[in-house]
T-cell receptor, first 111, second 118 residues
Framework: GNSVTQMEGPVTLSEEAFLTINCTYTATGYPSLFWYVQYPGEGLQLLLKATKADDKGSNKGFEATYRKETTSFHLEKGSVQVSDSAVYFCALRAGSYQLTFGKGTKLSVIP | EAQVTQNPRYLITVTGKKLTVTCSQNMNHEYMSWYRQDPGLGLRQIYYSMNVEVTDKGDVPEGYKVSRKEKRNFPLILESPSPNQTSLYFC?????????????????FGPGTRLTVT
């Protein structure tokens, strides 16, 4: 079956530090890949996506590249801010609508 | 504004007292889904619906019911809630959105309902 594995949290960084959150997946076929973000007290919202190999998704300074050879979709940001504190979920879609989520990584950014 | 709404946002109830959490979307989406979020377990799908009158079980359907009589609404029903159903619940909806020739089926999430069953 399909699965998503992302690095365990929590992750605590100082403001302006570099962020990497690792995500690897197992899926049949050619899935679409997503990063969702959940700010405190809110629902999930799409951060970025990539639908085929070598695509790079980007939004709000975050980036992730779909690497088929390593089955990975790592999230990166060059300089995090306090406002980036949230829980980040990696997810895949292989088929029609259904998403398979990772367990989430909580990021805390301190001034 | 395009959105998914859920009610109530917070609910404390007692074991065995039937409850319904409503979900409504205004984007004419075909697909709707319910998830529960628990610490250390991430999001797990409870039920989903591909269209009106079409529903199917997700990964953790036990103790839950759903209905899809109208395209915009997808209520979650707990006939006899138990403490192990204490959780944060999210409704989501989706339709295809094309990107580079391939549909991505982006899901839009509601704000969540925090349920406590004592």
């Amino acid at each position: 079956g399909n699965s998503v594995t992302q690095m365990e949290g929590p992750v605590t960084l100082s403001e302006e530090a570099f962020l990497t959150i690792n995500c690897t997946y197992t899926a049949t076929g050619y899935p679409s890949l997503f990063w969702y973000v959940q700010y405190p007290g809110e629902g999930l919202q799409l951060l970025l996506k990539a639908t085929k190999a070598d695509d790079k998704g980007s939004n709000k300074g975050f980036e992730a590249t779909y690497r088929k050879e390593t089955t990975s979709f790592h999230l990166e940001k060059g300089s995090v801010q306090v406002s980036d504190s949230a829980v980040y979920f990696c997810a895949l879609r292989a088929g029609s609508y259904q998403l398979t989520f990772g367990k989430g990584t909580k990021l805390s950014v301190i001034p | 504004e395009a959105q998914v709404t859920q009610n109530p946002r917070y609910l404390i109830t007692v074991t065995g007292k039937k409850l319904t959490v409503t979900c409504s979307q205004n984007m004419n989406h075909e697909y709707m889904s319910w998830y529960r979020q628990d610490p250390g377990l991430g999001l797990r799908q409870i039920y989903y619906s591909m269209n009106v009158e079409v529903t199917d079980k997700g990964d953790v359907p036990e103790g839950y019911k759903v209905s899809r009589k109208e395209k915009r609404n997808f209520p979650l029903i707990l006939e006899s809630p138990s403490p192990n159903q204490t959780s944060l619940y999210f409704c989501a909806s989706s339709s295809p959105s094309s990107s580079g020739g391939k549909s991505s089926y982006e899901q839009y999430f509601g704000p969540g309902t925090r349920l406590t069953v004592t």
